[in-house]
T-cell receptor
C-alpha cells in the first residue's frame, strides 16, 4: 500500500482480555516502530524492529506486552490481560533504516479497556 | 535518561506571523532529531529530520536548526497559515536506540 496501515482502527475490550494490534509497514521499509500515546500524554516509545534483528524490548511497559514481526514485514503488538491504564492510541511507524531515516506513521489504533 | 522538553506548550498567533518553536534535550548523544506535526485524531507527519552532524534543514516555509552541544533545536515557521494549526512534536533518536518525544507545542493560527 501507499502508507503504513494499522488495524483495527478502534478496539474496545474488557479488562483482563487479550488484544492484538496489527501494523502493515510501507513495502521495503526495514525499520518498524511501536509507540503509545495516552490521553493527554506525550508519545511513549515501546519497541523498534530493524530487519531481522532481535528487538530491544526494554521500552515495553510490562511483561503483558509483546511484539513480533514476521518475515520482516507485518508486526503485531499483543497486550495480555489488559488493564484500564492500557487505554491509549497505539501508533506504528516504519522507515528505511532504523533511527537514521524519516519515520512514516500509521493512523493508529485507539484501544479502550473498560 | 534522555528528557525532551518543548516550549511553549501552546501558542496562538494571527495568520501571516513568523514563529519559533523550541525543543530542548538533556543528552547530546543523539543520532538525529525529527520534527513532526500531529493533527487532531490523526497520526504523525514527519516534517524535518536533522542528522547529528547537520546544523539545519529547510522544507518550504519550515526551517529547523540543531545545536547538539547545547541540546537545542528550533522550528521556524514563516508566514504562518491557518492550515499550520496542529501540535508540533520534536523527537530525538538516542545512541541507546530509542526515540524520546517531547510533549509538543499546540499551535493555533488564527485567520
Amino acid at each position: 500500500g501507499a502508507g503504513v496501515s494499522q488495524s483495527p482502527s478502534n478496539k474496545v475490550t474488557e479488562k483482563g482480555k487479550d488484544v492484538e494490534l496489527r501494523c502493515d509497514p510501507i513495502s521495503g521499509h526495514t525499520a518498524l516502530y511501536w509507540y503509545r500515546q495516552s490521553l493527554g500524554q506525550g508519545l511513549e516509545f515501546l519497541i523498534y524492529f530493524q530487519g531481522n534483528s532481535a528487538p530491544d524490548k526494554s521500552g515495553l511497559p510490562s511483561d503483558r506486552f509483546s511484539a513480533e514481526r514476521t518475515g520482516g514485514s507485518v508486526s503485531t503488538l499483543t497486550i495480555q490481560r489488559t488493564q484500564q491504564e492500557d487505554s491509549a492510541v497505539y501508533l506504528c511507524a516504519s522507515g528505511l533504516a532504523g533511527g537514521v531515516d524519516e519515520q512514516f506513521f500509521g493512523p493508529g489504533t485507539r484501544l479502550t479497556v473498560l | 535518561k534522555q528528557e525532551v522538553t518543548q516550549i511553549p506548550a501552546a501558542l496562538s498567533v494571527p495568520e501571516g506571523e513568523n514563529l519559533v518553536l523550541n525543543c530542548s534535550f538533556t543528552d547530546s548523544a543523539i543520532y538525529n532529531l525529527q520534527w513532526f506535526r500531529q493533527d487532531p485524531g490523526k497520526g504523525l507527519t514527519s516534517l524535518l529530520l536533522i542528522q547529528s552532524s547537520q546544523r539545519e534543514q529547510t522544507s518550504g516555509r519550515l526551517n529547523a536548526s540543531l545545536d547538539k552541544s547545547s541540546g537545542r533545536s528550533t522550528l521556524y515557521i514563516a508566514a504562518s497559515q491557518p492550515g499550520d494549526s496542529a501540535t508540533y512534536l520534536c523527537a530525538v533518536w538516542n545512541y541507546g536506540q530509542n526515540f524520546v518525544f517531547g510533549p509538543g507545542t499546540r499551535l493555533s493560527v488564527l485567520p
